[in-house]
């Protein structure tokens, strides 16, 4: 499904709703949410817990369809295709790291980059080459052949990005990419995350609750109770919120 | 297509080779599940084999019986004059009566013995079996036998060397010696392996009461028949009937079927074999889908990173297809292996086509038990999955 646009954005999304029946009446999880962000651009999406931030990302992720609205990645709306079509455009145009269980316990740290190409189809010599350089750039040239249960969490979530890289997507997301991680790591990964972004010029989201990792970042989007209420744009603005993260 | 197996194939087998000890130890429960439905079809094929071979290998195609004998053998007595009348019925080639019953084989000075079926069969006529080695009987009261393979392989006895039998006449166990003359194939019956003697050889050395002792005339079981065209069995099953008093006929199948406890043995078997199956089914079913379990969050990131439902299933399927058949070889060879051990006493008999149906119904049961956990698997939401739902 293609729509014309005219902007220069890897995504967009026009008033994006989510909304459940309960008892007590209808939940907004996601409200009239608007957002775009450029390729090469890093965005962080935060809020408190219920803000919406992870069911808007399940949504940019073409795991969730939306109530209304639109979600233009690379000029496709995700909102109006079909689950299989979803199922493509999450192997073809997305690139997905989560929390945890990030990666697939039996393949080593090399075949679980490869996997992506192998869905893809387009597992080659050159792939399975730039599958063991981008791991080495990532610090894990010694650990193509372990599997995650040998590596440490901060090594999974490594692999996880350059699994989430590898098959050159439009879009990449990361789900709270330093959640089980101690701090040191934490930074280390996210500067590594959004050090590649910048490079291959994807666009990237990543939602997190720890605002100290916004700092490498091109962009923070506040969202509370399913609206987008708040964004920081300048470096100034960021790093305040920065460093308002470190004082928490 | 392509794509599709060469991703769950691929998927299937790095999972079974990554974690080949627990899926080993699956495997060996499908062998052992393979073993017991391998050596109870064998003991089936082999129990049944020894009730019917003598009857399923005759060289005819119907049974005469005494009418009223609801084609039971011990209990169906035809005179010597009926097998002349069914020579007479138009389409029959040929008819030859069968005598039945038992006798003690002694072996080695009298220290060892064999239960034997003791068989009357007319020289030349229906119910003689073939011989493989020596020749056949010469004469309806010649003081020969032929001997079934079985008797050979349990005695080392063999053509040209001399037999005797035990059985009780009146209240005196007497003994005859008589002359093999030749070795027949397999034809056991009544589960014990048989010795196929003259008509009124048989008929003057058989188990026989007082009151049968003093009876002049010999008296058959049954009466065996070739047909001149085995198309037309139901025409001239039909004329025997009309045209002689007091008899009925069966086909081989029917006769069979009425051997004593040969029905309700093979039932039972096959309800064993069945059960089997089923508890394979449950077992396998049970293990992939509390493997499945365990395994939701990585299937959850498998869909999460684009991995189609096709794929998913398609490698559930390999996965079990393969684990199966690891099985079953595992378990065959262990058969194989067990069955080379086994004595000839113990009647278990590894046919062809019963084989070959366990095995297909043993490379069914993975799949079937998989059923369950491959349709869990396609149904996995990763937002649930990978706990992102709200």
């Known amino acids: 499904m293609n729509t014309n646009t005219n902007t220069n954005y890897a995504l967009e999304t026009h008033s994006v709703v989510k909304q459940y029946q309960a008892d007590a009446g209808t939940i907004y999880a996601v409200n009239e949410v608007s957002l775009q962000v450029k390729a090469g651009e890093f965005v962080a999406l935060v809020g408190p817990s219920g803000s919406g931030k992870t069911t808007m990302l399940s949504i940019l992720a073409a795991l969730l369809k939306p109530s209304s609205g639109q979600i233009l990645l690379d000029g496709q709306d995700l909102a109006g295709m079909s689950d299989a079509e979803r199922v493509s455009m999450r192997r073809e145009k997305i690139g997905f790291t989560f929390q945890a269980n990030n990666l697939v316990p039996y393949l080593s740290a090399v075949e679980n980059v490869e996997l992506m190409l192998r869905l893809t189809n387009r597992l080659d010599k050159a792939g399975k080459l730039r599958a063991r350089e981008l791991l080495a750039r990532l610090g894990l040239g010694e650990r193509l052949n372990n599997l995650p249960g040998q590596m440490s969490g901060g090594q999974q979530q490594r692999v996880a990005i350059a699994r989430a890289l590898i098959h050159n997507p439009s879009l990449v997301l990361a789900d709270e990419p330093t959640a089980s991680l101690d701090t040191e790591r934490a930074y280390q990964v996210v500067e590594t995350f959004a050090g590649l972004i910048h490079e291959q010029n994807r666009a990237g989201i990543m939602v997190t609750h720890d605002l100290r990792m916004c700092e490498y970042v091109d962009r923070v989007l506040q969202m509370r109770d399913g609206k987008l209420v708040k964004e920081y744009t300048t470096r100034d603005e960021i790093m305040q919120l920065v460093r308002g993260g470190r004082n928490q | 297509m392509k794509q599709i197996l060469s991703v769950s194939g691929y998927l299937a087998l790095r999972e079974i080779w990554r974690n080949r000890g627990r899926f080993l130890l699956v495997s060996l429960v499908i062998a052992l599940i393979t073993l017991l439905v391998l050596f109870i079809a064998a003991l089936g094929e082999g129990l049944g084999n020894g009730n019917r071979e003598y009857i399923s290998k005759l060289n005819g195609e119907l049974i005469v019986y005494q009418a009223k004998s609801d084609f039971l053998i011990q209990a169906s007595r035809l005179g010597t004059d009926r097998v002349a009348e069914v020579r007479d019925v138009d389409g029959v080639e040929g008819a030859g009566m069968i005598g039945t019953s038992n006798a003690t084989l002694i072996l080695d000075g009298d ?77 056991q019956y009544g589960l014990q392996p048989s010795v196929m003697a003259p008509f009124l050889t048989w008929d003057r050395i058989r188990p026989q009461s007082e009151a ?116 079953v070889v595992i378990g065959g060879l262990l058969t194989l292996l067990f069955s080379l051990t086994f004595p000839p006493t113990v009647p278990i008999v590894f046919n062809g086509t019963t084989s070959a149906i366990a095995l297909v119904a043993l490379l069914l049961i993975g799949p079937l038990g998989g059923l369950v956990s491959i349709r869990y698997a396609v149904r996995i939401e990763p937002l649930k999955a990978l706990g992102l739902s709200s």
């Open chain 2, 111 to 187: 220290e060892e013995t064999l239960k034997v079926a003791l068989l009357g069969v007319e020289p030349g006529q229906v119910g003689e079996p073939t011989v493989v080695e020596g020749r056949q009987l010469s004469g309806v009261s010649a003081e020969e036998v032929i001997i079934d393979r079985n008797t050979a392989l349990r005695t080392d006895l063999s053509a040209g060397s001399q037999l005797t039998l035990r059985v009780t006449q009146g209240t005196e166990d007497v003994f005859f010696t008589l002359e093999i003359v030749g070795v027949s194939d397999g034809q």
């Open chain 2, 212 to 327: 049968e002792l003093n009876f002049a005339d010999a008296t058959a079981n049954i009466i065996a028949v070739k047909l001149d065209d085995p198309n037309n069995i139901d025409t001239v099953r039909q004329n025997i009937v009309n045209r002689i008093d007091k008899v009925e006929v069966a086909t081989l199948k029917e006769s069979i079927q009425a051997l004593p406890g040969y029905s309700a043995q093979q039932s039972t078997l096959n309800t064993q074999g069945g059960f089997t199956l089923f508890i394979g089914i449950l077992v396998i079913g049970g293990f992939f889908q509390i493997q499945l379990l365990q395994k939701v969050p990585q299937i959850g990131v498998l869909k999460a990173i684009g991995t189609s439902n096709p794929v998913v299933a398609a490698a559930s399927v390999i996965q079990i297809v393969a684990i199966t058949v690891i099985g």
